[in-house]
């Protein structure tokens, strides 16, 4: 038969269309996704399109706040990320990019006129520039809504109304930042293109979107996964099997992730070479390319690696996930398995020995919500720190929750790490961990805050499973307390109770197996080793 057009750098891995029984799983998925509250409700979505609009036109309204003079100024908006792509959840933020022409910048314009602009109005809450980022940008609240609203000025003197965005001539003579803030927009326009199937494909990403949420790997500042990687990844498999449906595509997800050989780069088409000059991923030309541990490409020009966040630990965590999503998907097809049980919360607390407690305090809820981004962002750094002053014998598990305990009103929060010792490494006698002179060098260079105030604190500390503080555990859950248990309840706390902490059957369990053993190991040393890592 005539080959259908080829999307993607290879041939499909198979063009099998479903089965019965993947249209029944797949039917069962979508209520799922219903039921979990994924979509936004008419009128939450009505709603939005009403903020956005009016926004669009106050801010059409505020045309000519640079230059009196000039009566034709414009600015065009675009929408990106998850709203763009229609994926977008209840509660998540609106990407947004605002388009001026070649005369308004966005130092000043921007980050100052516009800004101020933004402060003085009703609607908006919790403005917060953040001018000095990758990707500049303004974080706001429009009547409750997060906006993300990013600035690009492009070299012309008006800018048309249906300005096509995924023209390269939008990139002539802008910097690199601005190239950065235009690629969101134009990523998702790809991304749309390079899919057999746009409904499959948001389904299937809502899917996993909500699995790596509840699983603790969706977060692009801890090191994880945010949206367009998650995306790009979806994508890729979407091209490999183009006649799937979302139910077979969720489990060809975790076949193929558990498989791919990183630092293997996943792309949805070639990287075109420099049209216009702006470095592109490449690890053959640039050396630091080469230090990516899990290339995720984007497929607009200049493409980029769109998780050059992820480090060697929170790969090992993710490929761990991955490995529990496959297993769970083999026995939901063998029908051992409810597809509820893919997407079980990970127990964090159940599953380490040892842990570090990062806690954030500062003297009210706008200082916090500053500090605590800032420290967030460089938690990135403290895994990193700690897993090179060991030789990567003690690893680091960055969650990537944050915790507030209420009872303390809203001036504290805290996250936390796993700790473990490296599988498979021979333990000497009474071997301790000693980073307490790594967890100064780190809360140095966390108060180098350059808008540090007065009572924004960090403390790091070193906590044991038992100690773990009680407000982390949603309505009161302890591990001791089992209020009402159906079978699948019982079965972990039995599991529990027997040393064994994760769900029987699943790869879990066994992860969590050989995470014990240290404990073991420990035990043998006198009460004093037993910490086997020293007090901080
Ligand atoms: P959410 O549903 O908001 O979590 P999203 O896809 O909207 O997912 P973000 O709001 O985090 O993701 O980011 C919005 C866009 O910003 C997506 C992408 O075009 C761009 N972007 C964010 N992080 C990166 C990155 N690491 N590399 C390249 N582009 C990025
Ligand atoms: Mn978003
Ligand atoms: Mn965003």
Same mark, same amino acid.
């Given at each position: ?24 799983? !797949? ?8 039921? %979990? ?12 399109? $009403? ?121 002539? !003579? ?10 969101? #927009? ?11 199937? %746009? ?11 909500? =699995?790596?949420?509840? +699983? ?9 996964? &945010?949206?367009? !990687?998650?995306? *790009? ?26 498989? =791919? ?13 420099? $049209? ?11 050396? @630091? ?13 200049? #493409? ?25 998907? $083999? ?56 897993? +090179? ?20 009103? #809203? ?40 808008? =540090? ?30 209020? +009402? ?14 040393? $064994?902490? #994760? ?21 043998? &040393?006198?009460?004093?080793? @037993?910490?086997?890592?020293?007090? *901080?």
């Amino acid at each position: 038969p005539q080959s259908p057009k080829q999307y993607g750098v290879t041939k499909p891995i198979s063009f099998a269309g479903p089965t019965e029984a993947d249209i029944q799983r !797949n039917s069962e998925l979508e209520k799922f996704l219903v039921n %979990a509250g994924l979509y936004e409700s008419k009128e939450e979505a009505a709603k939005r399109e $009403e903020i956005v609009k009016d926004w669009v036109k106050q801010l059409t309204r505020m045309r000519g706040y640079t230059d009196q003079m000039v009566e034709d100024a414009n600015a065009v908006i675009f929408t990106f990320g998850s709203y763009r792509l229609g994926v977008h959840g209840p509660g998540v933020d609106i990407d947004t990019l605002c388009v001026g022409p070649s005369y308004v910048n966005r130092e000043e314009d921007f980050f100052f006129i516009l800004h101020n602009i933004l402060a003085d109005m009703e609607e908006v809450t919790e403005l917060q520039p953040v001018p000095d980022a990758h990707v500049p940008v303004m974080r706001f609240k429009f009547d409750g809504i997060s906006i993300d609203l990013l600035y690009a000025s492009i070299s012309l003197l008006v800018v048309p109304e249906d300005l096509d965005i995924s023209h390269v001539s939008v990139l002539y !003579n802008v910097d690199e930042p601005t190239v950065r803030s235009l690629n969101g #927009c134009r990523v998702a326009d790809q991304i749309l293109k390079l899919v057999p199937n %746009a409904e499959h494909f948001r389904t299937t990403l809502r899917c996993l979107k909500f =699995w790596a949420k509840r +699983r603790g790997v969706y977060s692009n500042v801890t090191g994880f996964l &945010g949206g367009v !990687n998650w995306a *790009l990844l979806v994508a890729r498999v979407c091209q490999l099997y183009p006649n799937a449906i979302p139910s077979m595509l969720v489990s060809r997800f975790f076949r193929v992730y558990t498989q =791919w050989r990183w630092p293997n780069p996943v792309m949805l088409c070639a990287i075109e070479e420099d $049209e216009l000059g702006f470095s592109v991923w490449d690890p053959r030309k640039n050396p @630091r390319d080469r230090t990516h541990h899990m290339p995720i490409i984007t497929p607009a020009y200049p #493409c980029m690696n769109s998780s050059y966040n992820v480090s060697i630990s929170t790969l090992r965590v993710m490929m761990e996930q991955f490995q529990f999503g496959n297993e769970i998907c $083999e026995e939901i097809e063998l029908n051992n398995a409810q597809l509820s049980v893919l997407f079980e919360p990970y127990m964090f607390f159940e599953c380490y020995k040892n842990y570090l407690q990062v806690d954030i305090v500062a003297a009210d809820v706008d200082d916090l919500r500053a500090w605590k981004g800032w420290v967030e962002s460089r938690l990135r750094q403290l895994t990193l720190m700690i897993e +090179r002053d060991t030789d990567g014998k003690l690893q680091c598990h960055p969650y990537p929750h944050e915790y507030v305990d209420i009872s303390k009103q #809203c001036s504290h929060c805290a996250f936390f790490m796993g700790l473990q010792r490296k599988q498979g490494e021979r333990i000497q006698e009474g071997q301790q961990f000693d980073i307490r002179g790594t967890v100064d060098e780190f809360r140095h260079s966390v108060n180098m805050y350059m808008f =540090w105030k007065p009572g924004m604190k960090i403390y790091v500390s070193h906590v044991r499973r038992k100690q773990i503080p009680s407000y982390v555990f949603p309505d009161g859950y302890k591990r001791t307390r089992s209020p +009402r248990l159906n079978s699948q309840q019982l079965a972990e706390k039995l599991s529990r109770e027997d040393g $064994e902490v #994760c769900r029987s059957g699943s790869g879990e369990r066994r992860l969590k197996r050989r995470k014990d053993q240290e404990v073991v190991d420990a035990k043998q &040393g006198s009460p004093e080793k @037993r910490q086997s890592i020293s007090p *901080l």
